[in-house]
């Protein structure tokens, strides 16, 4: 009777330990933007988890739009990952980085690491980086 019992608790055991779910640690990125030569418009920043999307402000994974006037912003509750980040000054709220004809941007922006490609935006793995659970890693961005 005794040996019943105690294979019927370990049993129980195992169910309880398997079938509730895992708390998961998450992570935050702290964005701080610098060089703003103005203070019309809106800050956007998107958050990537993939090379496919970089840096395309409707395929990000997580954004913020914030004001000029506090040029900083938190992505709270991520997991564990890779990640990069994207910045533009939307001086004219269109919610676009404005070109000229050739493709060169009418706006500041910059990315992840300050690091900017040479005809065009840095590839995702230059700009990348990785966060651990239970951390706040931080970015101070500067536009050009």
């Known amino acids: 009777m005794r040996i019943k019992s105690m ?9 309880i330990a398997f079938n509730t779910p895992s708390i998961a640690q998450t992570v935050s990125v702290q964005i701080n ?7 019309k418009g809106t800050i956007v ?6 090379a496919t999307d970089f840096p395309e402000y409707e395929a990000n ?9 506090s040029p900083s912003y938190t992505f709270n509750n991520l997991e564990e990952g890779t990640y990069a980040i994207a910045v533009w000054h939307d001086e004219n709220n269109n919610k676009k ?4 004809l050739f493709g060169i941007p009418k706006e500041k922006y910059g990315f992840s690491k300050n690091k900017f490609g040479k005809l065009g ?15 706040t890693t931080t970015f101070k961005i500067k536009l050009k």
């Open 97 to 100: 980085l404005d070109k000229n």
């Open 121 to 135: 935006p840095p590839d995702f793995d230059e700009v990348s980086f990785n966060v651990k659970n239970g951390k």
């Open 7 to 15: 294979h019927i608790f370990f049993l129980l055991g195992c169910f």
């Open 45 to 50: 920043i998107g958050l990537y988890k993939s």
């Open 33 to 39: 933007v610098t060089g703003l030569s103005n203070s």
């Open 61 to 69: 994974y997580k954004n913020a739009t914030v004001d000029t006037s």
